[in-house]
């Protein structure tokens, strides 16, 4: 995840990893949130920053099977069955439901001019952009850019911890674990729609995260 490589604020988004990504018809995904090759991923021997060994290695094991059994048919079927313009707009609308949360931490790291543009992001694609379906805040000269709690961690000198495998996500370490945790309290989907709804809207953006690649990725 972003904040794992560092504790660089607001970390500028490759049009890649945002709004507006070209699809290809390989099948590739670039999304670092859902495209971890379990299969390939080495744990390793233990460490000293890697304590809890036998628990990453199930959880581990529980993402190969994850991966292979429910996210790939996902992802799959997600292509198969929605043409490239609906899950343009689907990368677009869970994108804007994640700027609230990229607002509250560009705050709290100080960001003074981050925040303005997140904040001005989130109004305009709410807005003229249809709840999100659209990005017109990009074409204004407004580009999206991304801030967890995880990076405000680290500015405030909270070291790394313990490297863990996070369910879904992968690899990570305590630090960002507890980052993302508290990304999905900054975000108000969380406390305004409802829990069945937000295991439905958790599975098609998988699906959409999962389903994204990019021209750079194909070689073109």
Known sequence: MASAAGAEAGV????????GIVETSDGEDADPLFDEDFDDFDVGPAAPDDPFEGL???TH???????RWVLDPITWTYRK???????ESMRNFFWNLSEPTTVVNDLLQREWDDAAVSLTRLVVNSTLG?????DPASSLGMPAHESDFGQTL?????????YVVLPLVGPSTVRDGVGLAVDVVFRPSTFVVPLADQLVFTTIQAGSRRARSTTTRSGS
């Open 61 to 67: 094991r529980l993402n190969e099977e994850l991966d």
């Open 12 to 19: 500028a988004v490759d049009p890649a990893e945002g709004p």
């Open 81 to 87: 069955v929605t043409p490239e313009l609906f899950r």
């Open 154 to 162: 680290a500015l405030a000198g909270v070291g790394s911890g313990p």
């Open 56 to 58: 990453n290695r199930g």
């Open 130 to 134: 249809v709840f999100g379906l659209f």
